[in-house]
């Protein structure tokens, strides 16, 4: 068996320029994701708001058990369907075939990611004592300066290695847009394959891009575990 | 079409018709698990041994095979391993029922999983159990067979079932290399229908999905709470409790 080194060169360029675009959908997903994630894993854990528990607990497992390809062939055909709707409804002149796929790509990675996440903080909150949320109220502040001061830094480093791991498999998920018509690595990969009838070598090289990519998240996130577990020796040596 | 014309007779229609497709589901899944629970257990053996060149080895498949989109490695198997066998043995895989090039691909990653899972469970072991079990008499391969290994099963289960759920779902994509499971079924019944039914087929297949991994999710659980030590522990207790009290009433 014998490999095409310059059509394999040629891709893994050409692959580079899908780089942008898997790494904006993660990034718009994760930011995004974050805040909502960690309010879904508050009303989901919480016994104040019951409907909406209700309808997130069904949400979530809805995510969770239905394959994402199924998700993603379901969601090209209802959000068109959804935002010509509410376009109808409130008289908004949005043109629905003007919407570019990577925006639907983006609105699914959002919802999947936060559902995702939330099941991460529910498992972080449990980390963190709850005595601390309390003693942040009652010392003064409101139970949003105790969330985001007290809790959500010491969560948010529990959840560090985890968060990792879902950083990654958001990355490899991406991959799955080739299905919305998003021209990311895999279906930059995908093309060339199919114009030159080289598979193997376009596809060893899409594993090489993912691989270089996880392993730099991965020491991105080393780093920052470093960093933090450093800060917090100081502050505990005061 | 839109969301508003859904009619539900077409959804219990399609969903019907994927339901024997679960077969291939099956069997991609179960040849998955056996090459998973057979090289992970090599692969958690070298990650627990001594040898370094083994445990290197063992360390670095499972980070290559956790940052390679499930995808990828499909269409690496499904065109990578024809040739190869071309090259090698001159054996003509291209005829071949695709279900097996899904099955090695989703087995290869079932590796990684199986022996960081195999790892864990075993490490969770308290080590105490196996040196009380040796200085009971127990030889080491007795000890680790008899004690430690039925624990760490035990302990293993819900993580297993994850990795079961996870595999299904990701084998969907079988369809990309024109597998025929309820994924592929749902295409082939899109293109029939030239795409008129595609809102009521989708929402049948994510149901028949999303039906299946809450089953699943359901089964496992329970195994895992008839089986944990806790509840065991329970049942003996209500009954001696039983017992005493017929002790007591006689």
Partial sequence: MTLNYEFMLETFVESLKGIPVTLLITAISLLAALPLGFIMALVRDGNKHKIAKAILDVYASFVRGVPMIVQIMLMYVLFPDILSLIAKALHLPIDIYGVPNIAYAILLFVLWTTSFLSETFRAGLHTVNKGQLEAAVSNGMTTFQGYTRIVIPQVLTNMLPVLCTNTNTLIKMTSLCFAMSVIEITAIAKIAAGNNLCYVEAYLVTAL????????????????ERNVSKKYKRLAAG | MNITDVKLSYLIEYFLDFIPFLSVTLQYTLLAMAIGIVFGLLMAKGKLGKNRILKGFAN??????????????????????????????????TRINKVYFVGITLGLFNIAIMSEIMKSSYLSVDRGQYEAAVSNGLTSSQAIIRIVLPQAFRISIPNVGNAIITLLKE????????????????????????????????????????????????????????????????????????????????
Avoid at chain 2, 69 to 84: A, D, E, H, N, R
């Fill in chain 2, 171 to 250: 084998g969907t994509l079988g369809y990309t290399i024109g597998l025929i499971d309820s994924m592929g079924r749902a295409n082939q019944q899109n293109a029939l229908t030239f795409q008129n039914h595609i809102l009521e087929i989708y929402i049948s297949l994510a149901a028949l999905y999303w039906i299946l991994t809450i089953l699943l999710d359901r089964g496992f659980k329970a195994a895992d709470s008839k089986l944990s030590y806790s509840s065991r522990a329970k049942e003996r207790q209500t009954v001696k409790a039983g017992e005493i009290s017929k002790e007591v009433a006689a």
């Fill in chain 1, 209 to 224: 891009i993912y691989i270089i990519i996880c392993f730099t998240v991965e020491n991105i996130f080393k780093f920052m």
């Fill in chain 2, 60 to 93: 670095g498949y499972t980070a290559v095979m956790r940052a390679i989109p499930s995808i990828v490695l499909l269409f690496l198997v499904y065109y990578g391993l024809p040739k190869i066998f071309m090259g090698a043995f001159a054996i003509n895989l």
